[in-house]
């Protein structure tokens, strides 16, 4: 995965080979899957290249079909659906070895005002620069050392913000451009970091546990206000239910100051393979 911050931008800045048809690169990366978190944010940036700028993203809802192959490129065809007065609609396929591994709808509106209220951030939270990395967490927790968290993750910083396991702070580790753009697609990649996990806590599992077969299956995002993805924010996580080798999972992303900038939604593979139900249910 990105190394830096500047490697996750540049792999956001996808190859233009045709009229609204682009192309992604891989990282280097040990993982046997392309991350779905990367495959969300340059489909949202194969969207963006279509839209008039001025038009600001405020929803995406995105299907994982096929696992990535992490050695070759990704191919996203953008297709302009509807561009009315306020809102832009468009549809953008991912396809590797001729093959659809990913599609998603996502739409745009021109800013207007209106009505205006939000959920309120949660409190007694650990504050950013006092919570733990999020490296040394899954370093105590799986055995595995911290670096190799950071060779994967080192693009985002991540901490936990409570003792249960489901807040943390997320930024990009660096600082972006002023493009709100590149700033929706990183939060775009990030928002699919953690989330699958909240549906493994209530049964003492995490995520890297080689007893669970895991996996995104779709991933629904909702853009609220202005935000920026180098600054500190919430990710409030919940996992309403699991069932069918399924586990759902929602989010909620707050600036430091306690504004709601997004929601996110999804429903995640958590297949057990080596797991004893009996015992774990018991």
Sequence with gaps: MPESLEDLVELLDLEMIDVDLFRGRQPQTSAQRVFGG??????????????D????????????????????PIVYKAERIRDGRTFSSRRVVASQHGKTIFYMSTSYQRPEPGLDHSDPMPDELVPP??????????EAASGRKA??????????????????????????????????????????????????????LPHGIIIGDRRIQ?????????FHREFRADEWLLYDQASPSASGARGF??????????????????????????????????
């Design 38 to 51: 990367q495959v969300l944010g340059q489909a949202l940036v194969a969207a963006s290249r279509t839209v």
């Design 249 to 282: 999972a929602t989010g909620r992303l707050f600036t430091q100051d306690g504004r709601l900038i997004a929601s996110v939604a999804q429903e995640g593979l958590i297949r057990p393979i080596g797991l004893d139900l009996e015992d774990e249910s018991s």
């Design 129 to 138: 620069e006092q919570a733990p990395t999020l490296a040394s967490v899954f």
């Design 214 to 222: 895991p996996a995104s299956i779709d991933h629904a995002l909702w």
């Design 53 to 72: 700028p001025e038009r600001i993203v405020h929803s995406l809802h995105g299907y994982f079909l096929r696992p990535g192959d992490t050695a070759v």
């Design 147 to 200: 670096e190799d968290w950071n060779k994967e993750w080192a693009a985002l910083d991540v901490r936990l913000a409570g003792v249960s396991g489901r807040q943390f702070w997320i930024r990009a580790a660096g600082k972006l451009p002023d493009e709100p753009a590149l700033h929706a697609c990183v939060l775009a990649y990030a928002s699919d970091l953690t989330l699958l996990g909240a549906s493994l």
